[in-house]
């Protein structure tokens, strides 16, 4: 796989042309492919969304296209294999690859289970009930929802190249809108492939599924009204696109899920030999870990309690000791590379600019002992455990270094720590690890405001916890401020999202009778 790696547009596997920008083996440095999308004819690919791709959705309702959605994730879980074996050349280890190809196929059953048992045949969703709107009963009032007649331009990020596809695209295939993936160059030859496979099934109506290997330039300029774009990646990149005409003028639904600097806190009664201090420094450790930290959701501030900073900062770094950098498949190895060497040295330099304000733990930003690669010539990174006592400190609380990288800080009671919260400016997940009620609830209480999701652990629920950085389809993804501001999974509200809520009046019954009840 080394010549331009293949769109799949207006119902051909197509190739931009020129010399592409080259995708590199995380492990190695060898080229794996190039991306283009010179000479691509994207105004074709958005019509036929919009032409074939949609009627062809609508013409099945909301039961039968989750059945298509259980279909092509099944068909993803019969070859994983396949997909773990690519993601090996992103970095990614057996378990980190789970993480982005299992979470995927099993979230999209999780959403064609929701869509086949909580939404009707047809086309129309009667989402309330009648209201009154005159005094004798005749005249009535009510929302329905119907599939926009758009397509969604669903952009993601390099390190869920077949979560962050999927978790998107099942909710849109069962509203009835089609779509046009968008993966990140970094590991597009992954979803690539993933793509390939549920298109291979054969069940999906032509044009309800495209993909753009490459960028995308000038895209924005074809969208209009009844188009959405779902959004994942830098703060940066969502400010850019936010601020696009068809976004600020034409209405294009936007929503984006960024980065953040997600939180964890250490309850005042976690202290040394509780359950709870264990799952507070294992949390941390596979949080920093996982995916080598290459996770929107990670925890990048370890908040604990003042007096018991050291006590932490010595329990991460034994465990952190313990972790094995290296080739995925390599013996002992429990900790893969980051996607590329570029990917290593921004990170390498988010690191300096929080050192500014923080001393080293644990770690050599410059040197890793790496099994089974050559650790200059791939993405390899020790994990990185920094501590900040400076209360007016910002870099902490401002810089995301996304890697294997984390930063514990103190607080003083619960006024302090949401106080220190806030100024990450919004996050994706948080998580308070205690036992004690009355913190709990006052932290939480607190935090909420400041997050889209937060976890409690404690000795009780962690036997089933789904951890930390692990979004679940049934519940809202997404986060305030810097996270974004968007909202994605959630169950069926994602679907929900797809489709035009109309306020329907006259005689009783009117809603039902479009729902064809
Ligand atoms: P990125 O550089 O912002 O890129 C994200 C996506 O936007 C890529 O597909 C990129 O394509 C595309 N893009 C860039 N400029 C564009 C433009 N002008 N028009 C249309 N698309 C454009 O982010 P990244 O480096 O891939 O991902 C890392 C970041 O994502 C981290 O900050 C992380 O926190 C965040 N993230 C957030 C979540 C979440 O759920 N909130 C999940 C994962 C990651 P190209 O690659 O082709 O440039």
Redesign the pocket.
């Known amino acids: 796989m080394s010549e331009i790696l293949p769109s799949y547009l207006a119902g051909s596997w197509r190739s931009g042309t020129g010399a592409g ?1 080259p995708v590199l083996d995380a492990v190695t440095g060898e080229l794996v492919t190039r ?1 283009s999308t010179d000479g691509l004819d994207l105004a074709e690919a958005v019509r036929h969304a919009r032409e074939v791709g949609g009627p062809a959705l609508r013409a099945l309702g909301f039961t039968e296209r989750a059945g298509l959605v259980k279909a092509v994730a099944g068909a993803v879980a019969e070859r994983k294999q396949e997909l773990y074996d690519l993601s090996a050349r992103a970095g990614c280890t057996r378990a980190d690859a789970k993480v982005d190809v299992d979470g995927g196929f099993g979230t999209a059953m999780v959403f064609a289970s929701l869509g086949r048992k909580g939404l009707p045949e047809g086309n129309v969703l009667v989402e309330d009930d009648e209201t009154l709107l005159g005094r004798d009963g005749t005249f009535v009032g009510s929302h329905v929802l119907t599939p926009l007649r758009g397509l969604a ?1 669903q ?6 190249p077949v979560w ?1 596809m999927l978790e998107k695209l099942a909710p849109a295939l069962i509203a009835g809108v089609p779509t046009i993936v ?7 030859y992954v979803t690539e492939h993933a793509v390939r496979i549920m298109l291979e099934t054969g069940v999906l109506p032509e044009g309800a599924l495209q993909l753009v290997s ?4 000038g ?2 300029d074809l969208l209009g009204g009844q188009d959405l774009v779902g ?8 400010a ?2 936010r601020s ?1 005409p068809a976004v600020t003028q034409r209405s294009v639904r936007f929503n ?5 600097l997600n939180a964890s806190v250490l309850g005042p009664d976690a202290t040394s030999g509780t359950p709870e201090f264990d799952l507070f420094v294992g949390a941390l450790v596979t949080e920093m870990t996982v995916k080598a930290g ?5 925890i990048r501030r370890a908040f604990v309690p003042q007096d018991r900073v050291d006590e932490v900062a010595g329990a991460v770094s034994a465990k952190l000791a313990e972790v094995v950098v290296g080739a995925p498949g390599a013996d002992g190895v429990t900790m893969g590379a980051l ?1 590329g060497v570029e ?1 290593r040295d921004d990170v390498r330099q988010q690191v300096d600019r929080i050192r500014e304000q923080a001393d080293l733990v644990f770690g050599d930003p410059a040197q890793v002992d790496v099994v089974g690669a050559d650790a200059e010539r791939g993405a390899f990174l020790s994990p990185i455990l920094l501590r900040s006592t400076d209360r007016s400190a910002s870099a902490p609380h401002r810089v ?1 270094a ?1 890697g294997p990288v984390s930063t514990l800080l103190s607080y003083d009671g619960v006024p302090d720590l949401v106080e220190q919260v806030a100024r990450g400016e919004g996050s ?1 997940a948080g998580s308070v690890v205690s036992a004690d009620a009355d913190f709990v609830r006052d932290a939480v209480v607190g935090m909420a405001p400041l997050h889209g999701r937060i976890l409690v652990l404690d000795r009780d629920c962690a036997g089933e916890s789904t951890g930390h950085g692990t ?1 679940m389809p049934q519940l809202v ?3 305030p401020g810097r ?2 501001g ?1 909202e ?1 999974e959630g169950g069926l509200r994602a679907v929900r999202h797809h489709l035009q809520r109309t306020a329907v009046q006259g005689r009783p019954g009117l809603a039902q009778t479009l729902a064809g009840n």
């Open positions: 920008a991306t331009l952009i993601n990020a390099f390190n869920f962050g968008k993966p990140a160059s970094q590991t597009a490459g960028s995308v330039p895209i924005f959004f994942t990646g830098s703060a940066g990149t969502a850019k696109l696009d984006a899920e960024a980065d953040s290459q996770k929107c959701t990670a996607v990917q995301e996304f994706l979004p993804h997404g986060g996270a974004g968007g994605e």
